[in-house]
């Protein structure tokens, strides 16, 4: 089986950066979806149904940017975004979340907005974020070099190698200016199979000009198989 990804999408400002960071991880063997958090029902059917109709119609809308207008489409009802979403992941067996960065966000940079940012916090579900415009790069070049960060216990280097295998590309010991993906491992501490972020990762994620993915404590995602626990 396929890892599967959930592209949190809404249609509003850098939401096709997250599409984009999808679909490179599509093309590295992964299987994405898209998910649209509704934040309460309608007072009457008619309003409802008009409601979930116009979500569809964003959400292929997406599923058009992602370049597979069959790709599964969720329309999830929830008062909280990161909870709605990761009820889905849970539900559905998704591995990973993909987020863009917060509407302020400069070009070229990353920002964890709140959904994002609460499931950074004892999530269980690996969590990735796009920068701002980074369809435009991934478009010029892809993914070619990745680094892993972590203490090397965790499954940060086991997936930043499966990734490099699925497209083509290298893993690299030290970020730089060059890097294309950063692989965060949870700190050592953490709970195994939940998310909690050192303070020097959380600062590099801060400063980041590249996409970032962050792995539950023991999680190795292996493209094109589904995700292993330690």
Do not use: W
Not at 133 to 153: N, S
Not at 188 to 215: F, K, Q, Y
């Amino acid at each position: 089986m396929s890892i599967k990804i959930i592209v949190s999408y809404d249609g509003t400002a850098n939401e096709d950066d997250a599409i984009a960071l999808g679909r490179m991880f599509g093309r590295a063997g992964a299987q994405p979806e898209l998910a649209y958090v509704r934040h309460a029902r309608e007072a009457t059917s008619e309003r409802e149904t008009s409601a979930q109709q116009e979500a569809q119609r964003l959400l292929a809308r997406g599923t058009e940017l992602l370049g597979d207008p069959h790709a599964q489409r969720h329309v999830v009802t929830d008062r909280s975004t990161p909870e709605g979403l990761a009820a889905l992941a849970e539900h559905e067996g998704a591995e990973m979340i993909v987020f863009c960065s917060d509407s302020h966000t400069a070009k070229g940079h990353v920002a964890v907005g709140n959904s994002a940012e609460r499931l950074l916090e004892g999530g269980r579900t690996a969590i990735a974020i796009a920068p701002v415009d980074v369809a435009e790069k991934l478009g010029r070049g892809g993914i070619r070099t990745i680094v892993a960060v972590g203490d090397g216990e965790g499954g940060a280097r086991e997936t930043a190698a499966s990734l490099a295998d699925a497209l083509g590309g290298t893993v690299a010991p030290v970020a730089n200016d060059r890097t294309d993906l950063l692989v965060f491992d949870s700190r050592g501490d953490a709970e195994a199979g939940r998310i909690s972020l050192s303070a020097s990762a959380s600062h590099l994620i801060e400063i980041a000009t590249c996409p970032v993915l962050v792995l539950p404590r023991g999680v190795r995602l292996r493209f094109g198989q589904a995700a292993v626990t330690a």
